[in-house]
């Protein structure tokens, strides 16, 4: 008979023993920020590199591609890592992806032909997906309990003000060259020489904490309950970068600049939401935190959908952005809560995988919906589709093993 699930409560808590490092702390915050930069950080680029690269066959189409590859990349090798994280050298593992991150990011400053970039963009997914499931194993393993909600909260908050950031800086690049913003991605080398200085050497998961988990069963439906959740949330969420600046253009805002505005608002409204997430995770159950999210996202959708005016998609957007902030690292919190320590580097691909196989099915499915109805419809129903998921959550915000 497997044993059961290892929860936070019965894991010991760093609150009692000593809390990692400052330095591991910000390594571990940069790390995870650069998940973002993949494909915020080339947006500014694109119309430059399709005009450079005009006479391709296709262009459009492979200038789409840019954004989506990495995406792809993520969800094709995240569980992989995980995998490997479980059973190798974790730092070697790191360096190994950072230095894809940074080789395959940065080959735009170099590539010659569309098909070149197009495989720097793969190299570069293949790093972020090794990156983001290595941060969150690192970030599972050294905090615990309420430290862990914190920390986790701090981690999606510095996600958002890198987005922001990579936005403002890959635009300032790109007025200079089109290759320009192709060299922020170069920053991982520096962190994949630094990680052999703060990371600890003693493997995958820190010797004190071995023994206790090391026959527990794998928790597959906390992995399906949460992963589905973040996956039908970046679904939800994708729907601002795809097709937003469409339906601000029907309301009749053309500029550029109001657009980059208007989106950036959620990544401004979340960032309060993650950094104070330790503190809603100290009064409330993931459960109870996912639905509030959820109906946040909801509500922000259904003001986006009724939306005549720019304000009253900011409006919307800010409270979608709001309830992002909290649910993105609730997910993460309520899984490892529930995973065996010999098992984290597993579970952080597999939640990999979900949050980006998200964002790559978004559009997929946002064109199927577009076939029935108009833009406003379609925020309508995806508002209805977070109310739907929310639905579905509430007996689990009673029930003990998911309260914990």
Same mark, same amino acid.
């Given at each position: 008979?497997?044993?059961?699930?290892?929860?936070?409560?019965?894991? &010991?808590?760093?609150?009692?023993?000593?809390?990692?490092?400052?330095?591991?702390?910000?390594?571990?915050?940069?790390?995870?920020?650069?998940?973002?930069?993949?494909?915020?950080?080339?947006?500014?680029?694109?119309?430059?590199?399709?005009?450079?690269?005009?006479?391709?066959?296709?262009?459009?189409?492979?200038?789409?591609?840019?954004?989506?590859? &990495?995406?792809?990349?993520?969800?094709?090798?995240?569980?992989?890592?995980?995998?490997?994280?479980?059973?190798?050298?974790?730092?070697?593992?790191?360096?190994?992806?950072?230095?894809?991150?940074?080789?395959?990011?940065?080959?735009?400053?170099?590539?010659?032909?569309?098909?070149?970039?197009?495989?720097?963009?793969?190299?570069?997914?293949?790093?972020?997906?090794?990156?983001?499931?290595?941060?969150?194993?690192?970030?599972?393993?050294?905090?615990?309990? &309420?430290?862990?909600?914190?920390?986790?909260?701090?981690?999606?908050?510095?996600?958002?003000?890198?987005?922001?950031?990579?936005?403002?800086?890959?635009?300032?690049?790109?007025?200079?060259?089109?290759?320009?913003?192709?060299?922020?991605?170069?920053?991982?080398?520096?962190?994949?020489?630094?990680?052999?200085?703060?990371?600890?050497?003693?493997?995958?998961?820190?010797?004190?904490?071995?023994?206790?988990?090391?026959?527990?069963?794998?928790?597959?439906?906390?992995?399906?309950?949460?992963?589905?959740?973040?996956?039908?949330?970046?679904?939800?969420?994708?729907?601002?970068?795809?097709?937003?600046?469409?339906?601000?253009?029907?309301?009749?805002?053309?500029? &550029?600049?109001?657009?980059?505005?208007?989106?950036?608002?959620?990544?401004?409204?979340?960032?309060?939401?993650?950094?104070?997430?330790?503190?809603?995770?100290?009064?409330?159950?993931?459960?109870?935190?996912?639905?509030?999210?959820?109906?946040?996202?909801?509500?922000?959708?259904?003001?986006?959908?009724?939306?005549?005016?720019?304000?009253?998609?900011?409006?919307?957007?800010?409270?979608?952005?709001?309830?992002?902030?909290?649910?993105?690292?609730?997910?993460?919190?309520?899984?490892?809560?529930?995973?065996?320590?010999?098992?984290?580097?597993?579970?952080?691909?597999?939640?990999?995988?979900?949050?980006?196989?998200?964002?790559?099915?978004?559009?997929?499915?946002?064109?199927?919906?577009?076939?029935?109805?108009?833009?406003?419809?379609?925020?309508?129903?995806?508002?209805?589709?977070?109310?739907?998921?929310?639905?579905?959550?509430?007996?689990?915000?009673?029930?003990?093993?998911?309260?914990?």
């Amino acid at each position: 008979m497997p044993a059961p699930p290892v929860s936070a409560k019965d894991q &010991p808590s760093h609150d009692m023993q000593t809390l990692p490092s400052n330095g591991l702390t910000v390594f571990v915050l940069l790390l995870s920020s650069l998940t973002v930069m993949a494909n915020a950080t080339i947006s500014p680029s694109l119309p430059g590199l399709s005009r450079n690269f005009g006479d391709t066959p296709g262009i459009e189409t492979l200038a789409g591609l840019i954004v989506s590859l &990495p995406s792809l990349a993520i969800v094709l090798t995240a569980a992989g890592f995980g995998w490997a994280a479980d059973r190798f050298d974790r730092n070697r593992l790191l360096t190994i992806a950072l230095l894809a991150y940074a080789l395959g990011g940065a080959s735009g400053l170099f590539a010659q032909n569309m098909s070149q970039i197009l495989a720097g963009r793969l190299f570069l997914g293949i790093g972020v997906a090794g990156t983001l499931t290595i941060a969150t194993q690192v970030a599972a393993d050294h905090w615990q309990g &309420p430290a862990r909600a914190r920390f986790m909260g701090h981690q999606g908050a510095a996600t958002s003000m890198m987005a922001i950031v990579s936005l403002l800086v890959g635009g300032a690049l790109a007025e200079l060259s089109w290759r320009g913003p192709f060299a922020i991605y170069s920053l991982a080398l520096p962190l994949a020489v630094w990680l052999w200085f703060v990371m600890p050497k003693s493997g995958p998961t820190p010797a004190g904490l071995r023994d206790r988990t090391a026959v527990a069963a794998f928790p597959w439906k906390i992995m399906a309950l949460t992963g589905g959740v973040i996956f039908a949330v970046m679904t939800f969420i994708f729907l601002i970068a795809t097709r937003l600046p469409f339906l601000l253009i029907e309301i009749g805002e053309t500029s &550029p600049a109001v657009m980059a505005v208007t989106m950036a608002t959620m990544t401004v409204a979340s960032f309060p939401t993650g950094l104070f997430y330790g503190r809603i995770r100290a009064r409330f159950a993931p459960p109870q935190i996912a639905i509030a999210a959820l109906l946040l996202m909801a509500a922000g959708y259904f003001v986006v959908s009724a939306a005549s005016s720019v304000s009253m998609v900011g409006f919307g957007i800010l409270v979608t952005g709001t309830g992002l902030g909290a649910i993105i690292p609730n997910q993460t919190v309520w899984l490892m809560a529930h995973v065996p320590n010999n098992a984290r580097g597993r579970a952080s691909g597999m939640m990999t995988t979900f949050l980006f196989g998200g964002q790559f099915a978004s559009p997929f499915v946002s064109a199927a919906l577009l076939e029935r109805t108009d833009l406003h419809g379609l925020f309508f129903w995806f508002a209805f589709g977070a109310v739907s998921i929310a639905t579905l959550l509430a007996p689990f915000a009673l029930r003990p093993l998911e309260n914990k």
